[in-house]
């Protein structure tokens, strides 16, 4: 095992690696951006370096300064966590080259998953399944029809410099492929000046299911199953869980099986994530492999009893993988992301200090945070403040522990997305397991637009009206309540200006 | 004394006497306590217990409370103060509809609108990058545009007015 290592990362991932270290007994090197200071991550690390101002491309992408820092305080090893430089194949091989230990895949298995187009041609020679597709223009209606009745119905014809839905149509029965297409055609020439149209097939009620893999450096690679990812917004994932609703023990195996092909075939080692689309048939198509520890890995844990970061650890520094064989699930896991979001406001990002945060506790909580009372939180990094995360026995408990752990959270001083997340967990749909990829961005409208209670709202009116005739001098001796941070400021001046008057 | 609650758009008429309250018909015995070193308060209305985290916004009265799982904006204001605020209310209204400002520091990516558009309450009008997330920014209400302060791809301050409707 290492004597020590540099976390090149911030924010909860950081301080989720500085823990697996000091359980394994490593010595842990923090490195932070002048805006994360007196950040947790910084505070709870044996040895901290600074890397630079708080600009990402100043600090925490700096691979030359992450290295010397390495070397500098006796590092032997770098974990990336995920983001910033997670994923850069240089960075990768930088480290290899300074003669560090790199917690993560070796730079060519980074390669040959980078690509999408790469990683599709590696899954297809592996037999792993993916969405079936054509690379060349479709050149007229009688090769969409042939090509459309070897994929099956429905297909999706697609404008090859297309986005935002423009030049696509979705083709239920070869009658309908000839009018398609020359709609599809003209809708692509006046958007994007070119009329190029493929084919691929249409993946109805899609939902995001992905593969938790393990390799070590002996040539073992595990399966540690699903995790369910649909619930997401502008592709950001908002709640995880594992399993999945959808996923049988037989589909588990098979996914898990596609899953340890595609690693090996990349010469795969540490922790990866195998992405694929699962349809509503129970037929799957990989569609990416993550190289890093994912943001939701703690899911997994819970339901595998594993502690995946130690095992990242454990792997880079040469240890076996004691399992055998795939594991299977126990209980139930679920995953909020706690993001700096106003919610109810287009998804805003919110910024300023948290006054005041209330962590949850008690049976099954699991809170994975970055930030505590008195953080800042800037526009410089990524919104997401902390995870929480719940286990219980099963889906409908977990649910009920979430929604428990959710309301015992109090952050004061930013908006965040805890009210999202109570909002979808109340949904009926969410509840049953019913939803796609497609299902949060469709459903958003109804879950943000519920009505509260009349109960709710003369609670509402109730604790206003005291609230505000104690703040009027209504009630002696009570402190009034605080303004927002710029207000109290302003006070504070006011306050000063009175003195000197 | 009688305070009218503007719960998110909905009037309620709350009468209060020390530790009594009365709302219609029903009335209910009330305290209200605060945790030493937090902002949480602790409301109770007969027998149920709310935790409750109020913050001020802008005038007197108007806060954002969260109770329990939920979020309101809420104005709590007497008699005499709610006619006199709904009189400025009707006024500011026939000056006409209110800017869109920026709602936080951030990037200009994108303005959807030209001058002499009309837009309708809600209609995006520009998009903004913070967080290194692209942002919506929609009419706070319907209107024509009058000016455009907005240029793409400059950076704007908190507040910064950038589409001005008339």
């Known amino acids: 095992m290492f004597n020590s290592l540099l976390i090149a990362n911030r924010g909860e991932i950081a301080l989720r690696i500085v823990r697996a270290c000091r359980e394994l007994g490593v010595r842990s090197v923090a490195v932070y951006s002048d805006a994360d200071a007196r950040a947790p991550h910084v505070r709870e690390a044996d040895a901290a370096v600074r890397l630079g101002p708080a600009p990402s491309s100043e600090s925490y992408l700096k691979g030359d300064l992450l290295i010397e820092a390495a070397h500098r305080t006796g590092a032997e090893a770098i974990h990336p966590g995920y983001g910033f430089l997670s994923e850069r194949e240089w960075f990768a091989r930088a480290v290899r080259d300074a003669g560090l230990a790199w917690v993560g895949p070796p730079a060519e298995a980074i390669a040959a998953m980078g690509s999408k187009t790469a990683a599709r041609q590696l899954a297809i020679a592996h037999d792993v399944p993916v969405v079936p597709g054509t690379t060349e223009a479709l050149t007229d209606a009688i090769e969409a029809a042939r090509i459309a009745q070897q994929f099956g119905y429905p297909v999706l014809l697609k404008a090859a410099a297309g986005g935002g839905g423009k030049g696509m149509r979705v083709v239920r029965e070869p009658g309908a492929i000839a009018g398609a297409l020359d709609s599809a055609r003209r809708e692509a020439q006046n958007a994007f000046g070119d009329d190029a149209v493929y084919i691929e097939k249409y993946i109805e009620g899609p939902r995001h299911v992905e593969i938790q893999v393990l390799a070590d450096t002996h040539g073992r690679c595990i399966s540690l199953g699903e995790r369910e990812c649909s619930i997401q917004r502008r592709h950001q994932k908002m709640i995880e869980e594992a399993p999945s609703i959808a996923v049988s023990a037989e589909l588990r195996r098979a996914m898990g099986a596609a899953a340890v092909r595609a690693a090996k075939a990349a010469g795969y080692v540490n922790a990866g994530t195998c992405e694929f689309l699962l349809d509503r048939d129970g037929k799957f198509y990989f569609l990416e492999m993550n190289t890093r520890i994912q943001v939701e890995h703690p899911v997994t844990e819970l339901v595998t009893g594993l502690d995946l970061v130690a095992w990242q650890i454990r792997i880079a520094a040469g240890e076996r993988l004691p399992f055998t064989s795939s594991i299977d699930p126990r209980g139930w896991a679920i995953e909020c992301r706690i993001t700096s979001e106003d919610t109810a406001n287009g998804f805003l990002p919110s910024t300023g200090r948290i006054d005041y945060l209330h962590a949850p506790g008690g049976p099954g909580v699991r809170w994975d945070s970055g930030v505590e009372s008195g953080s800042e939180v800037g526009l410089h990094y990524d919104p997401m403040l902390a995870k929480l995360i719940v286990w219980a026995p099963n889906r409908e408990q977990a649910i009920a522990r979430m929604k428990r752990a959710l309301e015992e959270l109090v952050i004061d001083g930013v908006e965040t997305s805890r009210e999202f997340h109570l909002r979808v967990l109340a949904d009926p749909e969410f509840r049953r397991g019913a939803f796609t990829i497609q299902w949060l961005e469709e459903r958003l409208p109804t879950l943000l637009g519920t009505a509260a209670s009349p109960a709710a709202i003369e609670a509402a009116a109730i604790a206003a009206a005291m609230i505000a005739h104690r703040d009027r001098g209504g009630v002696r001796g009570a402190p009034p309540t605080a303004g927002g941070v710029a207000e109290r400021a302003w006070d504070r001046m006011a306050r000063i200006d009175g003195h000197r008057a | ?166």
């Open chain 2, 1 to 166: 004394m009688k305070y009218i609650v503007d719960v998110e758009g909905t009037r309620v008429e709350v009468d209060l006497e020390g530790e009594h309250a009365r709302v219609g018909t029903a009335a209910y015995l009330v305290h209200l306590s605060t945790i030493e070193g937090t902002p949480v308060q602790v409301v109770t209305i007969g027998d149920a217990v709310h935790r409750v985290v109020a913050r001020r916004s802008g005038a007197r009265g108007s806060y954002v409370l969260r109770v329990d799982g939920a979020r309101y904006a809420v104005e709590a204001l007497d008699e005499r103060s709610r006619a006199i605020r709904d009189l400025s209310a009707a006024a500011e209204g026939a000056r006409g509809p209110q800017p869109v400002v920026a709602p936080m520091p951030g990037l200009v990516v994108k303005v959807h609108v030209a001058v002499g558009d009309v837009v309708t309450a809600g209609q995006p009008v520009v998009a903004m990058e913070a967080m290194k997330m692209e942002n919506e920014l929609r009419a706070p209400s319907a209107g024509t545009v009058h000016a455009i302060r907005a240029t793409p791809g400059s950076a704007v301050e908190k507040g910064a007015v950038l589409v001005e409707l008339r």
